[in-house]
């Protein structure tokens, strides 16, 4: 009995095991057919990634150009009056009439202001006066020495009270001189700082009279200028103020001295001034310009990406692709710049004049991009720019 039980049990045991075998089996076949599936994906992916290539850039182009430009020294500088002064009184007195109005121009002579002098005029007068008395009386002193009717000493007595009557009389026709303030050279007054009626004591400030055609600039240059700075050198001018505007004169002084603690050397320019926009004190920016010219290579200065490690544009270069297109490629290439000047900068090595750079749009490239050009929506790039108010 127990020999015919276990016969039965035999082939339910044998039919589990095939049964997860089989389970086990399809199991490892579905898991590796979804591995190749994936696979075969990725290796798809990886090849669409090697063959593919990104759209062109859109850019703009300029060329590298071989120019002249004047050899210059900047400076920062400060406008000076040819001839300024503080009209002040000399004398005391009550102020009866005021000859100029604040701001006004006014020429050399010109009363200013008139101090009441009736005092003075009255004292005047009398020492008039004592002065004919006193010329007479010497007249008759010589007469009666002459004859010996009197003796040296009196002449002499006549003669220097008569000599101190003429000094009063010129002592005083001076004070009144004074009391009428005249403008000393040709300029513009300042605000007036009196009134009428107003009793000035010496020294009292008036107005400030300051002649500003034509006009100074001071600046400083360094040492090292000497070597190619004369009198007589063209400077340029230019202020915040006006900035349309530029002016030009000569340089007329330089110091004999150099500054010992900054190493610089004091210069001073002079410009014509005829509509008086420029005023002493102003801030102005001074180019001290040499006859003689300079080859630079130059380039838009919106070309170059600049860099902690060095400053960098982009070249175009001519390639073709694998369909034997010709097709334009950026190349990065570093270069050493030199002086800028408008929208303008100088190159002073790694290019050369003819090449072709990326002009706007260098940011958004990298070595070997291909580019499509559209000069269409290039800006402009010059050496003098205006910007036009719209």
Known sequence: METATHSRHLPRRSNRRRVWIVAVAALVAVVLILVGIKAAQIRSMINAGKSFAPPPESVTSAKV??????????????????????????????????????????????????????????????????????????????????????????????????????????????????????????????????ELGQVLSPGTLIASLQSIQPIHVDFWLPQQALTDLAPGMKVRLRTDVFPQQSWEGAVTTINPEVDVSTRNVRVRGTLPNPDGRLRPGMFANVDVISPEKRPVLVIPATAVIYAPYGDSVFALEEKKDPAGQATLVARQKFVRLGERRGDLVAVVSGLTAGETVVSSGAFKLRNGATVVVRNDLAPSAELAPKPVDK
């Open 65 to 194: 150009e071989a120019s002249q430009w004047e050899s210059s020294r900047s400076a920062v500088g400060t406008l000076v009056a040819v001839r300024a002064v503080t009209v002040a009184s000399e004398v005391p007195g009550l102020v009866r009439r005021i000859g100029f109005d604040s701001g006004a121009v006014v020429r050399r002579g010109e009363v200013l202001v008139e101090l009441d002098a009736s005092t003075e005029q009255a004292q005047l007068t009398a020492a008039k006066a004592d002065a004919e008395l006193a010329r007479a009386t010497l007249e008759r002193s010589r007469t009666l020495r002459a004859s010996d009717y009197s003796s040296a000493a009196e002449l002499d007595a006549s003669d220097a009270r008569a000599k101190q009557t003429v000094a009063n009389v010129a002592m005083l026709q001076a004070t009144i001189a004074k009391k009428t303030i005249r403008a000393p050279f040709d300029g513009r007054v300042a605000i007036r700082q009196v």
